[in-house]
């Protein structure tokens, strides 16, 4: 019930697919005119997790085309069948090495927030492709999961969606009836829970 932290985060993620972006993808950074590009793996990650959110949030379904497009730059230039999603693209020039690790470090990593970001995608649209992904990335990091779950949180908790997610879809004419629904199902503190309004 806080409007202004909505605004607030639409602002934010409008002006980086706005201005840090080329096409299909983001750059890393961007500061007094001059944006940093290509960007890494978590840029799309994060910016496809923010827009599945936001699509819940606002009931705007340009998100979800959105997060569609940067999961898919991410597949196309970070994927890595071995190891998950890889930090640097294939056609980054200037980087010695392509880290492969899926732990995570003083951010989630970008496989356990594209994993989410892809559960959540699946659900909100029902596409088959999204939770295919979801379900090869999870196996690609799955050895390294099991030898160490606490480094790789973000992966567990987006396996824990993948496994339990809850869907929650309320129906019916605007109005009282229906906010009633809306204000209930916004209320349910399950991390794993998606809302829909139809």
Not at 54 to 72: C, H, K, S, V
Not at 95 to 112: E, H, K, M, Q, Y
Not at 159 to 180: N, S, Y
């Amino acid at each position: 019930e806080r409007p202004d932290w909505l605004d607030a985060a639409s602002t934010a993620y409008r002006f980086i697919a706005d201005t840090v972006s080329r096409e299909t993808r983001l750059g890393h950074s961007h500061r007094e005119g001059v944006t940093v590009f290509p960007g890494f793996a978590g840029d799309h990650a994060a910016m496809a997790r923010a827009a599945t959110l936001l699509a819940e949030a606002t009931d705007d379904a340009t998100y979800l085309d959105d997060a569609a497009r940067w999961l898919d730059a991410l597949h196309a230039h970070h994927w890595d069948p071995a190891s998950g999603y890889v930090m640097a693209p294939e056609d980054s020039s200037d980087l010695a090495i392509r880290i492969r690790s899926a732990a995570d470090d003083a951010t989630p990593n970008a496989s356990g927030m594209a994993a989410e970001a892809l559960v959540r995608l699946h659900h909100l649209t029902g596409e088959q492709k999204w939770l295919e992904r979801a379900d090869a990335l999870l196996e690609a990091v799955g050895t390294a999961v099991s030898a160490n779950p606490f480094a790789h949180g973000s992966l567990v908790a987006a396996l824990d969606m993948r496994v339990r997610a809850v869907q929650i879809i309320v129906m019916g004419e605007p109005g009282p009836a229906r906010t009633a629904l809306e204000e209930a199902a916004w209320e349910a503190a399950d991390p794993n829970r998606m809302i829909q309004v139809h």
